[in-house]
């Protein structure tokens, strides 16, 4: 386990922690703000114990395959099909948008908040 640096800030001693940077989509960076925001100490438990990255491309990768299966899932309820594209386009948007927009909220419900 990598040692922990400390610096002196008055007659305190607090860690010197730092997160290495990486490449997060909009699912990731929403929790990562959310932990910062609404839930500091599990933000900083993960920060100090250097899992913060893993925690986070976690959840982003649960929502992605979440994503990605309830589109698949409305599509089909919706009868949102290729068909639809060619014969009616502006509709076809629409309901795509439509799903995009409840689907975003069911991810953000149920994993990022």
Known sequence: M???EYIQ???YQLPNLKVEEMHL???GRTKLDY???YDYGLYFKLISKNELNDYLLKVQKEAD???DRLV???KTKWNVTE???QNDQMK???MMNNIKKSIEEIVFRELIK
């Open 83 to 85: 068909e639809l594209k």
């Open 25 to 27: 989509n909009r699912f």
């Open 92 to 94: 076809w948007v629409q």
């Open 35 to 37: 932990l910062k925001k």
């Open 9 to 11: 800030v008055g007659d």
């Open 65 to 67: 395959d979440l994503y």
């Open 2 to 4: 990598k040692e922990i």
């Open 72 to 74: 698949e899932e409305y």
